[in-house]
């Protein structure tokens, strides 16, 4: 049986996300920015907290963790290759190893550049993937430490997931993200909807996660660096795909 997945705002723009399993009672949290919002979400659901799954180690993903886990008993899992600077864990996890929450298989993805070691969590039986500062909607995350042909590599990952996937992101940045993607394909019509759509939810106040992947590969420009028509727009016709995505990466640096 899929997940029940709940979307929290955090500090200023970070999402958290429930995961909770209507069947065991059980429940998992998608990085831990602060513990407020988090504890408020579980008392207002009658919910403990089982498991606390961690991308990468910035503080903005990780600040709440140590709390939760002595409050709920939670057990923290994270990537081996980051165990130096998360919270101790209880469970290291090594991409491409799968491992059982709840019953469903999640299978850990290594999506570095943002960071190295940064890794996203896909459940299949669930449609979700929970990207954090990898791929973003309508974005990808700065480059703090990996080059563009890694993260190039990492969001190539992604978008081999099945295209109706659900992309669960780590910010709020869309509406941003879409100002600069006009810029790098502005007659690209499922964009201009897509922006349309993004301005009418943030002038409600509503997540614009999470998105479809199908909708991140019509609209993203950074997982549209291969493709000949974005090359062409920004005039870099016949350059390497890797190389175009650096380009708009560094474009966007800049925006
Ligand atoms: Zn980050
Ligand atoms: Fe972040």
Request: proline share 5%; glycine share 8%; aromatic share 8%.
């Amino acid at each position: 049986m899929p997940l029940e997945i709940i979307t929290l705002p955090c500090l200023a723009d970070n999402y958290a996300y429930l995961l909770h399993d209507a069947k065991s009672g059980r429940t998992a949290l998608v990085d831990a920015p602060e513990v407020a919002p988090i504890k408020a979400a579980l008392a207002a659901r009658g919910w403990g907290l089982d498991v606390i799954l961690l991308t990468h180690h910035h503080y903005d993903h990780i600040d709440g963790a140590e709390e939760l886990r002595e409050t709920y008993g939670a057990k923290i899992y994270g990537a081996r290759a980051d165990a130096h600077r998360l919270p101790p864990l209880d469970h290291a996890l090594d991409p491409e190893v799968s491992f059982d929450l709840f019953g469903e298989q999640v299978a850990v993805l290594d999506v570095s550049g943002h960071t190295i070691g940064h890794i996203a969590f896909y459940l299949a039986e669930s449609n979700a993937a929970f990207t954090a500062d990898s791929l973003m909607a309508l974005g990808c995350g700065r480059l703090f430490e990996g080059p563009p042909d890694m993260m190039w590599r990492s969001l190539n990952r992604l978008m081999g997931l099945p295209p109706q996937t659900l992309i669960y992101s780590g910010h709020e940045y869309t509406q941003a993200n879409a100002r600069f993607a006009a810029t790098i394909e502005p007659d690209n019509a499922k964009l201009q909807l897509r922006i349309a759509d993004i301005d009418a939810k943030r002038a409600k106040g509503e997540a614009t996660v999470p998105a479809l992947l199908q909708l991140e590969l019509d609209t993203n420009p950074f997982l549209r660096a291969h493709l000949g028509d974005v090359k062409s727009a920004i005039g870099m016709e016949g350059i390497e795909s890797a190389e175009v995505f650096a380009e708009i990466r560094g474009r966007k640096d800049r925006f």
